[in-house]
């Protein structure tokens, strides 16, 4: 018992303080989303234009989340978790909208985005659902997620003569 309530204050305490945590969905790769601590569950909001992917998350499906640290960015716990998907219009997903609402930033509709995401979007509540799983021995590194948004670019032709130029100003002066 002692034990649990351990497990389940260190979560909150983690999840509270972090705005982002890394989440599995069942099949799916880890995804860093955003999200808040609201009534005992990280919540999220997303799968609609312009917010982010809840791909393999699904209506009380198993899901694998890690909270990291907010300064040092270090994992700092991970829990099995139950996905719960709110229904729109209800009191929890108001209250839960009210929430994530306060915590979106740079959101292109403002006052709005509550209908949007009523529209649009999924609003999911992942209670934890187990022990806290222990710290890994290795790293756990995965590759990036495949995109298509890229920034490898090129260099522009003439970079190498503007450089060459700025190092024998350097070097007279």
Do not use: Y
Not at 149 to 169: E, F, H, Q, V, W
């Amino acid at each position: 018992m002692t034990s649990e309530l351990l497990d389940r204050a260190l979560i909150e305490e983690a999840a509270k303080k972090s705005g982002l945590i890394w989440v599995r969905g069942a099949g799916g790769p880890a995804r860093a989303l955003w999200h808040v601590w609201h009534e005992g569950a990280v919540c999220l909001v997303g799968d609609g234009p312009g917010e982010q992917p809840l791909e393999g998350l699904v209506d009380g499906g198993p899901a694998e989340v890690t909270v990291r640290s907010k300064d040092k960015g270090g994992r700092l716990v991970t829990f099995p978790a139950t996905v719960t998907e709110l229904a729109p219009g209800s009191a929890e997903w108001e209250a839960t909208v009210a929430e994530l609402k306060g915590k979106r930033l740079n959101a292109p509709d403002g006052e709005e985005m509550p209908a949007r995401w009523s529209r649009e979007c999924r609003v999911l509540r992942l209670a934890p659902a187990g022990s806290v799983a222990p710290l890994p021995a290795g790293s756990l590194a995965e590759a990036p997620v495949p995109t298509p948004a890229t920034t490898r670019m090129p260099i522009p032709a003439a970079l190498p003569r503007l450089l060459a130029k700025r190092r024998k100003k350097e070097r007279r002066g």
